[in-house]
């Protein structure tokens, strides 16, 4: 299995602060790497697809870039609905496999 | 605008057999461009993914959990389902359905899971 590593696992953030995760693969994903976005109580939510493309309807405050082992997910410009838990997931190979999240706190 | 819905009881005793099923909305499960998901969360394990079924039958299981897990898909019914067998407290979690993607970008392919069910929370009490 590729294991999935995100750091940090929280962080306190203000609003308008810009905010950075990191993902990384314990071998080689080229750029098979989504990112997704859950608030509590509710499903994940895809933000990016392929390292750095732009899920269909999600600001453009988010951004994502990497590949190989190492990705990176921004947030240009932190908003009040921003405030949930991130994930980053592989779909190299099966299984599927998750990071363990960075929960992203009000400061 | 497709929508998923997970069903099925929300307390199974140990040792049972849990099953969900996962109804589609606005598309289609007979479709070669998606592979229908069965995953999980719980605090202790996170997200897990537990396996997928393609329109024509073919599955792929994590391995973790391949020797209690059997996947189908209802076409007719626009549905898909999970079996998980012999479960214990550990199999105590949030289910979800969802659809995994398969899209070719520019020369590269890429598979993501671009719609989920809300959820559905199983325990395995007696």
């Known amino acids: 299995d590729i294991h999935m590593s995100q750091s940090p696992s929280s962080l306190s953030a203000s609003v308008g602060d810009r905010v950075t995760i990191t993902c990384r693969a314990s071998?080689?994903?080229?750029?098979?790497l989504n990112w997704y976005q859950q608030k509590p109580g509710k499903a994940p939510k895809l933000l990016i697809f392929a390292a750095s493309s732009l899920q269909s309807g999600v600001p453009s405050r988010f951004s994502g870039s990497g590949a190989g082992t190492d990705f990176t997910l921004t947030i240009s410009s932190l908003q009040p609905e921003d405030f949930a838990t991130y994930y980053c997931q592989q779909s190299y190979s099966t299984p599927r496999t998750f990071g363990g999240g960075t929960r992203v706190e009000i400061k | 605008q497709v929508q998923l819905q997970e069903s099925g009881p929300g307390l199974v005793k140990p040792s049972e057999t849990l099953s969900l099923t996962c109804t589609v909305s606005g598309g289609t499960v007979n479709s070669g461009t998606y592979y229908w998901s069965w995953l999980r969360q719980s605090p202790g394990r996170g997200l897990e993914w537990i396996g997928y079924i393609h329109y024509g039958g073919s599955t792929t299981y994590n391995p973790s959990l391949e020797s209690r897990v059997t996947i189908s898909v209802d076409t007719s019914k626009n549905q898909f389902s999970l079996k998980l067998s012999s479960v214990t407290a550990a199999d105590t979690a949030v289910y979800y359905c969802g659809r995994d993607h398969f899209r070719w970008f520019g020369e590269i392919s890429t598979y993501y899971l671009d719609h989920w069910g809300q959820g559905k929370l199983v325990t395995v009490s007696s």
């Open positions: 071998q080689s994903i080229s750029t098979y």
